[in-house]
């Protein structure tokens, strides 16, 4: 059974002992980075105390900088502290409660997710291991979507089987950092104190870094979004603000800062590679022309074994899919088209086949429908019906036979479920049964 969470602090006896020095969110006033007294317009140093929701939020400050914070809940029990340097930015080990009973430990730089992270749901384990920058890098342990316990190896958001090695955002986030308001925007360039900018320049919330734009010699080099503390997205720029590599990061189930794909544009147009990463552990490579998919492009199983084969041209594609690409044991071919209203979906003729080479099912298809055969080891037909160009799903009614021929069952299928009556025959081709569905359920037999 789990056990109910307790807070992992107590009251601490600075925040006890300070309360002649604690004053109200209300009596302070926040410029140029710092806090002063409304009254006497002195810099703070001492306690701010700050109540919202339920919360109580007491603020440590030393000569009108912001060095630590504690915030307690309604039963006076530490459930979140922080600490900043001297940009206000959070840094070093962060701890922190909530209301659901997660329970977390992070480790932060400049207000950034760096270092060993680890969130708990009340003793069962959701993530730990190593970020940099937000993004999962390193050693790390997680609850997959299917709850099953991973221990994998991250860089940069992709789970390898090699070295972590560098971040590619390093360079980025060695970078001095500035807030907005120091900067100026002039001529297309960023400037500080009338000199372009070389640096990182960054928004923030609670000390937590939200957004970031870098720039060398005053131009914009790359772009970032954070949420929660984690990276979202990444776009880092070529020879122009037009021309860029684009990575988008997710998650995997309570594991955030999972790279999910990469894209590189030109024109603003995607051009080149591009990669999808799926929760599965599925893989897509391949390439764009102006926003189309085109050429060769590659899809690798869990195990980073090819199964898929795609040609793809004037937005439509051709695909072969493998039992063993190494052996070339075909598993099946298929094409498909792309549609402003359905997107991607089959077209011309599909066959599957079995490990020996065989045929054992063929579609053809005709706009949003497909007619399906399957074939006995013998190449005698074994069912036949309509399904979804859409879904692969049955349509309508599906026939199977005995392998002399005679009519074994007729079934009825809608949006791929047993719909209305179904109708079962014996060798002989009597019926001897007769079963009613409805999606699926019966309801009479």
Known sequence: ????????????????AANSNVIKESEIFVKDGKAYNLSTENVIT????????????????????????????????????????????VTGKVLYTDSYGIKSESNYLKGLRTGYSKAEYYEDLDYQGDFNYGIAHGKMKYMDVNYILQDKVFADGVAVTGNVGQSVFKPYFDMKFYKQDKITLKDGKATINNKNLTGTVISEKDGVVDSATSYKNGLKIADFKFNGGFMTEAKVYGSSESSYKLYKFGSLNFLSGVLTSTDNYENNKRNGMSEIFYEDGWKFHGSYKDDLLDGTAHYYDENGILKYVYEYKNNAYKAISYFDYNKKTVESTFEGKYTDKDGWIKSGKAIYYTEDGKVKEEIVYDGYKGYTKFYYPSGKLKMEGYVSSLTDYYEGELKEYYEDGTLKTKWNYAEGYLNGKQ???????????????????????
């Open 423 to 445: 109708f079962y025959y014996d060798e002989k081709g009597n019926q001897t049964k007769v079963e009613e569905y409805d999606y699926g359920y019966i309801i009479n037999n």
């Open 1 to 16: 059974m789990k056990k109910k969470i307790v807070s992992f602090l107590a009251l601490s006896s600075l925040v006890l």
């Open 46 to 89: 001492g306690i701010m105390l700050k109540e919202k929701d339920g919360l109580s939020y007491y603020t440590t400050y030393k000569n009108g900088v912001k060095l630590s914070e504690k915030i307690l809940n309604s039963n006076r029990e530490v459930i979140g502290e922080y600490n900043f340097d001297e940009n206000g930015l």
